[in-house]
């Protein structure tokens, strides 16, 4: 599968973004999906997962309440809904599909990589 993450910008501090994941192939659903984000000089971290079916999704501590995963198998989409933004959400954000496992927060254990959307939190 083929990952394609856009929506990424500038945005003030309390704003909001809305990133997006698209994924080519017939097979979409049989792939759980994660957003990932790194900031400059620092790990790549996880941000939220969500189960193959959409019915189950997982936050880190950092998005919890802020931000919100979801999908549409119909249209091959992972939507990483982003509000209420600060400076350290800057990041450049990517998303990734692992096969046969839900939830996964370890980036290594992912299969697939999409190229990134640079998200910058600036007044």
């Known amino acids: 599968v083929q990952l394609q993450a856009s929506g990424g910008g500038l945005v003030q501090p309390g704003g909001s973004l809305r990133l997006s994941c698209a994924a080519s192939g017939r097979t979409f659903s049989s792939y759980a999906v994660g957003w990932f984000r790194q900031a400059p000089g620092k790990e790549r971290e996880f941000v939220a997962a969500?189960?193959?079916?959409?019915?189950?999704?997982t936050h880190a501590d950092s998005a919890k309440g802020r931000f919100t995963i979801s999908r549409d198998n119909a249209k091959n989409t992972v939507v990483l809904q982003m509000n209420s933004l600060n400076v350290e959400d800057t990041a450049v954000y990517y998303c990734a599909a692992i096969s046969d496992y839900d939830l996964v927060y370890e980036s290594a254990r992912y299969d697939y990589w999409g190229q990134g959307t640079l998200v910058t939190v600036s007044s």
């Open positions: 969500i189960s193959r079916s959409g019915r189950s999704e």
